[in-house]
């Protein structure tokens, strides 16, 4: 009796697993020599390069300096260093062999052209969403118009058995959003214009999504918030910490100019996007994704929200003048801060309000700590404008006493551990954005 338990049990593992091959594994489509490859118009190559732009193909796909879309870009992720692939035409080591069809599985469900499994990330998840005429625009844009380059892809520093192409394979089946773009007929056509890009091509979801332990996203909280890359990516929901709520022309001032001056910059992870990625999208598409989020935040309202009083107590608090020789961090502020970062009785652009700002407000004093320890370059946030690094002028103490003043003025609690943390964000390996 025993012995037949075991027996149907062990068979339908085997049954199981069985199956779980056949799904897991994946033929190599057939090399394709460059004559074979279709020639395509030039409006579709355009719109191609449209598309490999808004989806910061090359900002992952290049290292810092190094030459465009020839892969190496080393991504740091708790379970290992990771590489990014060669995807120039060049035929031994690039995709220069790749027909569209094996650029479409590739691009759809994570799947290379010989057949094996790709890590999550690359964000497949999201491409998966687009039309197939979209991605076969970006494949004619690289095939055609991206210099070959002969760069043979590091080895991803993924540790056994993390490093199995079935393990990769059983991560797709319990995780992995593989549905097509679904639109959501209840609301209009640039709302959803706005989610096909920002699921798809844009993928907003791959920083601004919550990951489970596994690195799976969680879709129950789509754009809560999450920690990437030494940064929060922070909440663009309802849910946002933020005391003034985002509007659909917030996220159009913010995304299309790099700052809104209710919210704050975008420095670190969110620079490129912004500079290199939408910045590529034509004025319908950005107004389609502002409206979007704005509607996700639940303030999709056009009147000015009832800003004036949490404003006017924000630039009150920023003028409140503390007892210098008592607070180190108002006079550390004061000195070090306040010449830039005055605001008389309204909002200056370029000149954000601390006590307003996201950084301020976030639980997590993550991105104020980076932006003071190495400021905001010309080429993130507003272009052309910079914020100094204070890294080799203040100590971590200093810094502690700054954010924990800061907090305070903002009518927050203060961070715990603030210090400590400063210290542990001033040692950490920085990754160039
Ligand atoms: C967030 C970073 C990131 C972005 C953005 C990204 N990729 Fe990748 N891509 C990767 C990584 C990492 C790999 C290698 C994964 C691995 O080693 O398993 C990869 C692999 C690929 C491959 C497979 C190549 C091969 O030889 O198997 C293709 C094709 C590809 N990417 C195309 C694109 C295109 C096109 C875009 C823009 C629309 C893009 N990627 C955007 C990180 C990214
Ligand atoms: C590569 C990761 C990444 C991607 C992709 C990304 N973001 Fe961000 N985003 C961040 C980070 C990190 C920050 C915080 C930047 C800072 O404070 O300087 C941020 C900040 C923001 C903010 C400001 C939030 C606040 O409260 O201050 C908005 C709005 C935003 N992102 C929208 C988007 C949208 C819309 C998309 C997709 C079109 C997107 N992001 C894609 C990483 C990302
Ligand atoms: C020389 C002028 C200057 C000084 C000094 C300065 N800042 Fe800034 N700061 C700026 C500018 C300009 C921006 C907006 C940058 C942009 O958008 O390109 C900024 C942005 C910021 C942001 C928003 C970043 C984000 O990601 O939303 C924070 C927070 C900040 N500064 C904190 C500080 C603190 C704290 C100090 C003092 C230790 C300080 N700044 C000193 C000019 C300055």
Request: hydrophobic share 35%; proline share 6%.
């Amino acid at each position: 009796m025993l012995k037949r338990i075991v027996y149907s049990v062990s068979g339908a593992a085997i049954v199981g697993l069985g199956l779980f091959i056949i799904y897991a594994w994946q033929p190599a489509i057939d090399p394709v020599t460059s004559s074979t490859i279709n020639s395509y118009s030039p409006e579709v190559i355009a719109q191609g390069k449209t598309l490999a732009a808004a989806g910061y193909c090359s900002t992952c796909h290049t290292p810092p300096g190094g030459i465009a879309y020839a892969g190496n870009y080393e991504m740091h992720t708790e379970f290992g260093t990771i590489y990014s692939s060669n995807i120039t035409p060049d035929v031994e080591t690039g995709i220069g062999n790749w027909s569209e069809e094996a650029f479409m599985r590739a691009m759809r469900t994570g799947v290379s052209r010989d057949g094996h499994h790709l890590l999550p990330a690359f964000p497949y998840e999201h491409f998966n969403k687009m039309t197939d005429d979209d991605i076969t625009a970006i494949y004619a844009y690289i095939m055609t118009s991206v210099p070959a380059i002969n760069q043979v892809k590091k080895d991803n520093g993924i540790p056994f058995p993390l490093n199995i192409s079935m393990l990769q394979a059983g991560w797709k089946l319990l995780f992995a959003d593989t549905d097509s773009f679904q639109p959501n007929s209840a609301k209009s056509a640039e709302w959803n214009r706005g989610a096909y890009l920002a699921e798809g091509i844009a993928h907003c979801g791959a920083c601004h999504t919550p990951r489970n332990a596994l690195g799976g996203e969680q879709y129950s909280k789509m754009y809560q918030g999450a920690p990437i890359d030494g940064w929060i990516a922070p909440s663009l929901t309802s849910t946002s910490t933020s005391p003034i709520p985002w509007r659909s022309q917030d996220f159009y001032e913010y995304l299309t100019t790099g700052n809104s001056p209710y919210h704050g910059s975008a420095a670190g992870p969110m620079a490129p996007v912004m500079h290199k990625g939408l910045s590529a999208l034509p004025d319908s598409d950005m107004q389609a994704i502002s409206g979007y989020f704005g509607d996700l935040a639940r303030t999709n309202d056009t009147d000015e929200p009832d800003t004036n009083t949490t404003l006017q107590a924000a630039i009150a608090a920023q003028h409140t003048q503390p007892n210098h020789q008592v607070d180190e961090g108002a006079r550390l502020y004061a000195t070090a801060c306040q010449a830039c970062h005055y605001s008389s009785d309204q909002l200056v652009k370029g000149r954000p309000l601390l006590t307003i700002g996201s950084a301020t407000h976030l639980d997590d004093p993550t991105n104020l700590i980076n932006v003071i320890l190495d400021g905001v370059r010309a080429d993130q946030g507003i272009s052309g404008i910079v914020m100094p690094g204070f890294r080799g002028a203040l100590s971590d103490e200093d810094i502690s006493a700054i954010a924990a003043y800061l907090r305070q003025s903002a009518g927050e609690n203060t961070w715990p551990k603030l210090q400590q943390k400063v210290g542990e964000i001033r040692n950490q390996p920085r990754f160039e954005h």
